[in-house]
């Protein structure tokens, strides 16, 4: 067997990241169907896949599961702050995966990670942010002509590869995982809801009840911040820039506020936006004493970090994930997680019971790339429907949750017209 080769910061966590790998998969059912079936079928034999994920506890169970169809797998992180360096090392211990991934590494090492799980030279590509895409198209464009297709995770990465796409630039076809039903309305809902409320707990023990928590962004992700948060007691406020969304918010019963005005009254804002510099200096200097600032958004680019910095006096680190910002004035302006995904810099990312629909999707893509027998279209591509009904009915399942079916009469009523009143 060839020797592996990885980059990881500490084997001795192996034992650890093993633990929390199995404890994990209990949670994650559909994958663990898909794994046992892919075992049997080996779908994927003979493609080599090159992953850029969040190095989790979750994202190890979809490395176990494209190597059980036979893949050949390389994981690098998709973001510098999210992997759990005790899954790194169990990955590469216990289930011969070579990772690149270690928590904090710089811009340099990160990119370095990148291209080396590119040295793999893949058949398929599974990005989660499009960085590894973005990569092959401007520095390893001689890989192309060998990828058959490529997954994407999420929502900034699908509006990146469209852009490319638009332009005739992308190379190879990309199916968009992130717009399957079975990812996006409870992944990005209920996963991004609950991990951002949770980074924020633990990154500052603050007690929601009570507090002005403003949530920039009424996207999926933003809905699952709001709600949650409200349901912890916490007074939402919503910043939108889209006029459907905001009235949504609104007829929600949210209070709807530019952000120069929320940044008046809020106790701990949230950007999940997607978009850059969301809260700028001049909000920074009408915030209150003490205002909490955190992103749920991909890229830690929707808090204007520059200005932060440039406006503080002094700073320091009060707790893990918790930066303080002294101003000129004496305020105190806190940051979490340096601006980067609260709910993977500060908390575990999304619960594995969300992931399973998530990663199902992905390992379902993967089969369906592999199994193209013409080459699809250089462009991003759905999720096919049958993979989402799929998902969505062996989660039901494993939930112990049946759901009726329609009367051949039911049946007949709904394709015709000539029935009225
Ligand atoms: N994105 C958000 N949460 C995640 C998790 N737990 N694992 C991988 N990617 C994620």
Partial sequence: MKPLYFDIADMSLAGQGKLRIEWAEMQMPVLRQIRERFAQERPLEGQRLAACLHVTTETANLMRTLKAGGAEVALCASNPLSTQDDTAASLVEDYEVPVFAIRGEDRDTYYQHLNSALDIEPTITMDDGADLVSTIHQERT???????????????????????????????????VNDAMTKHLFDNRFGTGQSTIDGIIRATNVLLAGKAVVVCGFGMCGRGVAMRARGMGARVIICEVDALRALEAAMEGYRVLPVAEAAQVGDIFVTVTGDTSVIRGEHMAAMKDGAIMCNAGHFDVEIDLEDLRTAAEDTRTVRPSLEEYRMADGRRLYLLGEGRLVNLAAAEGHPASVMDMSFANQALCSEFIAAQTTRLARDVHTVPEHIDREVAELKLASMGVSIDELTDEQKEYLSGWRQGT
């Avoid at 890989?143 to 490319?164: D, F, K, Q, Y």
């Fill in 142 to 176: 001689d890989l192309a002509p060998a990828i058959l297709g490529g997954t994407e995770e999420t929502t900034t990465g699908v509006i990146r590869l469209r852009s490319m796409a638009a332009t005739n630039e992308l190379r190879y076809p990309i199916i968009a």
